[in-house]
């Protein structure tokens, strides 16, 4: 009588029980920069950088309130703001490691500016 091993070797070697593949998800890049902010999903699309010596900055015409994926390698604080520079609605803090493939649906629909962390 063979194992059941023996039964199974054969099969999986010819992937006739192979398993779904994940859904493919894109690797974290790596960002030459305190944050690196994409207009795509999964580091796709136009690229943004920032440091923390910019201080409170606006991400730009392409970038504001459609931020798509996010590397962060430092403290930092993601700013929706209301009306004027200091005056914000709403702020999410970065730590540095935080990053997100899909951060469009989450705060990057609304950002539009970072600052350094102390802030938030």
Known sequence: MKTLSALVAPLLAAGAL???AAPAQ????AC????CLWTGPNYTGAVHTWWEAD??????GTHADNVGSF????GACFVDTA???WN?????LASGGDYSPNYHGRFGGVMDRIAPARYC
């Open 18 to 20: 192979a398993l779904p």
């Open 26 to 29: 894109a690797a974290v890049p």
């Open 32 to 35: 030459h920069a305190h944050v």
């Open 55 to 60: 201080g409170n900055r606006f991400i730009g």
């Open 71 to 74: 590397v962060a390698t430092s």
């Open 83 to 85: 009306d004027s520079e």
């Open 88 to 92: 914000w609605h709403a702020k999410r």
